[in-house]
């Protein structure tokens, strides 16, 4: 499939049929930002009603601390489950196979690995573990001395208080394709995986 200007479906010069391998390193564009939530909304939603089941019999007879725990356990051994082992087998994730995501590698668009896939998995704890310090330190960025004035004086370069820690940089993590693993629609890939079959 190819555009007005002779690309391929992402960008690529189609090439005749035969012409040898095709060899485009590109992959299916990143899913949108609704679809995504949409789908880590549906992973916790799974995640905390898992966690409340297997804790509810033992809650009756446990202290603050011990519900903590007990809830804590299943939520992160289903999250784990859920990220690592579904992921590595189906494609995906519950909430992510509900709302048509898959998860590829870069650059080849393959399935990642187990080893892959917990990695990113600890780096997105990591990542929600670490919102309420991006949290505060852009708030007292925001309230520093001076900060409108240094603020409006790199806008035009998006550089300013929180770039990079604060804000800007929960919104540049959240676009990124950490550890080269990224999320794109079900469609898209299907569609990406015909085109490079077709000139291989």
Not at 107 to 113: I, K, Y
Request: net charge positive; with cysteine; hydrophobic share 45%.
């Amino acid at each position: 499939m190819t555009n007005s200007r002779g690309e391929g479906r992402y960008g690529n010069p189609p090439g005749p049929p035969g012409a040898g391998r095709y060899t485009a390193s590109r992959v299916p564009p990143r899913v949108g930002e609704m679809r995504r939530y949409l789908a880590v909304g549906l992973d916790c939603y799974l995640c905390l009603v898992t966690a409340a089941l297997l804790a509810r019999p033992h809650m009756d007879a446990a202290t603050a601390v011990e519900a903590a725990g007990l809830l804590l356990g299943p939520a992160l051994a289903f999250s784990f489950l859920n990220h690592v082992v579904l992921t590595a087998l189906a494609g995906a994730g519950a909430g992510k196979l509900l709302m048509g995501i898959r998860v590829v590698r870069m650059p080849d668009a393959g399935r990642p690995g187990p080893w892959t896939l917990a990695r990113r998995w600890l780096y997105g704890l990591c990542w929600v573990l670490l919102q309420p310090w991006y949290g505060v330190r852009s708030l007292f960025a925001a309230s520093a001395p001076g900060n409108g004035a240094r603020t409006g004086a790199t806008a035009g370069t998006g550089i300013g208080a929180g770039a990079g820690t604060g804000t800007a940089g929960r919104n540049v993590l959240g676009r990124a394709d950490p550890l080269g693993v990224r999320q794109v629609r079900r469609k898209d890939l299907a569609a990406h995986r015909a085109t490079t079959a077709a000139y291989r």
